[in-house]
């Protein structure tokens, strides 16, 4: 199947998401406060090493590269090119700053989820009503963060030392935890099971029962946007600054790409955003059979369906 097919149906999604928005806009804080929490744990974990006294100032760049040999090493090959590889110092923080950022990850997305549910039931939502929810959720957040967190650090670990093969067979093995795992946070609303294999199996189930002829196709729910926006920006952004005199060209360039990083990171959150919006939407129509407004039936029988020609 074309990919103008999938764009239309990602850009259908997006809109059915957007009215939701567009009537609750309180939704909107869930995913600016998870992006803040997100990006302060990260700088309250990397802050001690990036200002490591190195003999260099922060301006110098030999800072900085002090501070990435900490990180990586120059590993050197049969090849004769020196191939990096992550040290020891690297894995830990990685594994420190992996797990907190998915339980502030599951936190907010529970919190986001129950009120996107009220939301597709036609109640009102709240910031408050949301997050209180979510911390008496507390023991099935924790409990599912760290599972789903060894998981991915195991999955993660394994493939950077196995073979292509081992690798293929771990990226389809990474295919069926998605699967899986997809309806994991509404179940967690819906059901108070604070055992992370239960809350597995009862997403499994709920896939499987509603769309189980559709999964030998399996490829995730996608939206199509979020690889041609980026593209479609960086493109205006190239032709503006080609406008720009040689004088200003120097100047600009920084600015706009400051501009685009901007843009990025809120067109990425939307798009997430509205991901969510659409889990929610087919995790009430796997429970409970109804068809959640402003979507389709079609939208929800189509959410892994895969036709002849390709992917939808």
Known sequence: MSKIPKLARSWRLCICAL???ARQKRLLWFPILNGLCCLLLAVLFMAPMIARPTGHTWGELAHWKAVGHLFLNNVPRASGHDNLQPTRLAYGYFAAIYLPLVVCGTFFNVAFYHQVMKALAGEQVGLRAG???AC???RAILGWSLFAGVIGLLIQLLAERLGWAARLGLRLTGMAWSLASVFVIPVMIREEDANPLSLLRR??????RTWGESLAGFVGIQFGLALVLPVVLLAGIVVAIQSLSPAFEAAAFPVMLAGYVLMMFVLMTCIKTFSHIYRCALYIYASEG???EPFSEEQMHQAWKVRAGGAS
């Open 136 to 138: 008496r959720r507390w």
């Open 290 to 292: 109804v068809v959640p």
């Open 203 to 208: 997403s499994a189930a709920a896939v499987r």
């Open 19 to 21: 009215r939701l928005v």
């Open 131 to 133: 997050l209180n929810f």
